[in-house]
């Protein structure tokens, strides 16, 4: 049995056109806006001084510096408004962060609630690099060394003076404890030193004097050591050799110095537990420790010292706390 396919052709015309009219416009350019023409003629410069002029002051558009009265006036009020505005936001916000501060010197945070728990220590003349340098025989190599040691004592040897201002009393408190508006007084000259200003603290001499302190810190007390057997060797036979050796140890804390050459004179290591707690008071005088090292030779002098109580600790590390060194060196012909 045989089959035949019929096959249909689309005979309309109309499908055909359509085609042809999308070619035709998708070839087509895209619209562009006609050119305008500009004739105008920019205006020409009449010279520096004249552009100046019209800069300034605009007969023809009663301008001011390009700008009319009321666009200054916009202009200005709204940078008034916008500083003034600044201003108030900084100073309330001033406001509220004086109201967390102790604006008469005293921080938040104090003695065991602070970071600073564990003092350091200074020491004078002050020294590049803890390194000192000086030829005995040419006073003019050390005049910074004697000028930072005068600095240093200034406000020591002024403290009689200063005892006659009704705002700062000075007391002996080895007599009895000082009142709330009352400083314990410092006599250097009871320290038994043989550095005077009058030999230039020694250092005309092989033997340069030095002086130490512990740093402040508000609220800090220390305390005395607990065993004679931890301090050096050299710190116990002082303390043996006072007429207290007990309330030596129990009343002090001392701050004591080593060198790996010469001697060392040390006449008052210890400092009274009664000169604590520094509470920022107008007119303290932190107390010294004399040391003077004793027949240098041109050789360095390396010179160790610590403090030493129960509650400080030595440490080495970012910050030096505990503990200072330095050294001294001379040199030249004697």
């Known amino acids: 049995m045989s089959s035949k396919t019929k096959y249909s052709f689309n005979t309309d015309t109309s499908t055909n056109e359509e085609y042809k009219r999308h070619r035709f416009l998708s070839k087509r350019e895209p619209y562009r806006p006609p050119t305008v023409p500009y004739n105008r003629k920019p205006p020409q410069s009449k010279g520096f001084c004249n552009d100046m002029k019209i800069f300034i002051w605009n007969p023809n558009t009663n301008e001011f510096m390009r700008r009319t009265w009321l666009s200054w006036v916009k202009i200005l009020g709204f940078y008034l408004l916008f500083y003034t505005f600044l201003a108030a936001f900084f100073a309330i916000n001033m406001t509220v962060f004086y109201q967390t501060l102790d604006t008469h010197g005293r921080p938040k945070y104090t ?49 009689t003076a200063a005892n006659m201002n009704s705002r700062i009393v000075y007391k002996n408190c080895a007599e009895e404890s000082p009142a709330k508006d009352e400083v314990c007084s410092f006599n250097v000259e009871d320290l038994g030193s043989s550095c005077t200003e009058s030999n230039n603290w020694g250092y005309t001499t092989k033997s340069p004097c030095f002086f130490l302190k512990i740093n402040k810190i508000i609220d800090w007390v220390p305390q005395a050591p607990k065993k004679l057997q931890d301090l050096p060797n050299g710190l116990q036979k002082y303390i043996n050799n006072t007429d207290n050796p007990e309330e030596t140890l129990t009343k002090h804390v001392f ?14 290591p210890g400092i ?39 509650n400080i600790v030595h440490i080495i590390n970012k910050r030096v706390l505990g503990l200072a060194a330095f050294q001294v060196q001379i040199s030249g012909n004697y």
């Open 255 to 268: 701050v004591w110095c080593e060198s790996d050459k010469g001697e060392l004179e040390q006449p008052a």
């Open 272 to 310: 009274p537990l009664y000169y604590y707690p520094f509470i920022n008071q107008e007119g303290y005088l932190r107390p010294l420790v004399p040391i003077r090292l004793l027949d240098l030779e041109n050789d360095k002098v390396l010179v160790v010292c610590r403090i030493w109580g129960h």
């Open 111 to 159: 003695a065991q609630d602070s970071l600073l728990t564990n003092p350091g220590l200074t020491f004078r003349p002050s020294a590049n690099f803890w390194s000192l340098w000086y030829n005995p025989s040419r006073p003019d190599s050390s005049l910074h060394y004697v000028a930072s040691i005068r600095e240093l004592l200034q406000p020591y040897m002024n403290s």
